[in-house]
T-cell receptor, first 108, second 113 residues
Framework: EDQVTQSPEALRLQEGESSSLNCSYTVSGLRGLFWYRQDPGKGPEFLFTLYSAGEEKEKERLKATLTKKESFLHITAPKPEDSATYLCAVIVGNQFYFGTGTSLTVIP | SQTIHQWPATLVQPVGSPLSLECTVEGTSNPNLYWYRQAAGRGLQLLFYSVGIGQISSEVPQNLSASRPQDRQFILSSKKLLLSDSGFYLC????????????FGPGTRLTVT
């Protein structure tokens, strides 16, 4: 069965304390892996797409990497405005499978 | 640029009442369209997706249905709501050909009482 698992469920960081979020997947026929940011009461906001193992994407303090079985979202020197839930998803055929997310809180 | 709209933003409905949520996309043609439901503290559950007018694929058998009467319009409906239908409903679109990047609307918060 296709599955996406994110860890940890929640993460509290001091401002400036770098860390990583994990997304592991067990799917066949992966066509892409995606990271989203979701603020409370809003729709997810697209961050990155990764297509093949070894690929990396960066945006401001965020960097996403992909291996054959998992992806990491690295957050460097986070700020309070980075507080949000981060979701990962994979696409198989035309269907997207989402993890349950990591709730990130950055404390000033 | 592309924009996706959903309405209403919030909705409170009694059990047994009908439902109609609408989603429209601007600035693109022939998108793949998706309906998701997000329960509190949970991930997104795919409900329906559509690759073209009149073409609907259902992922979760339940009392909800979807229709795509126009290329950029996607409607989620129910004849009789259940308490378990409460949640945050999200519409999303993906370019039919291309990067598979998925963009979400602002969502509808549905509370069934």
């Amino acid at each position: 069965e296709d599955q996406v698992t994110q860890s940890p469920e929640a993460l509290r960081l001091q401002e400036g304390e770098s860390s990583s979020l994990n997304c592991s997947y067990t799917v066949s026929g992966l066509r892409g892996l995606f990271w989203y940011r979701q603020d409370p009461g809003k729709g997810p906001e697209f961050l990155f797409t990764l297509y093949s193992a070894g690929e990396e994407k960066e945006k401001e303090r965020l960097k996403a990497t992909l291996t054959k079985k998992e992806s990491f979202l690295h957050i460097t020197a986070p700020k309070p405005e980075d507080s949000a839930t981060y979701l990962c998803a994979v696409i198989v055929g035309n269907q997207f499978y989402f993890g349950t997310g990591t709730s990130l809180t950055v404390i000033p | 640029s592309q924009t996706i709209h959903q309405w209403p933003a919030t909705l409170v409905q009694p059990v047994g009442s009908p439902l109609s949520l609408e989603c429209t996309v601007e600035g693109t043609s022939n998108p793949n369209l998706y309906w998701y439901r997000q329960a509190a503290g949970r991930g997104l559950q795919l409900l329906f997706y559509s690759v073209g007018i009149g073409q609907i694929s259902s992922e979760v058998p339940q009392n909800l249905s979807a229709s795509r009467p126009q290329d950029r319009q996607f409607i989620l409906s129910s004849k009789k709501l259940l308490l378990s239908d409460s949640g945050f409903y999200l519409c999303a679109w993906v370019r039919a050909r291309g990067s598979y990047e998925q963009y979400f609307g602002p969502g509808t918060r549905l509370t069934v009482t």
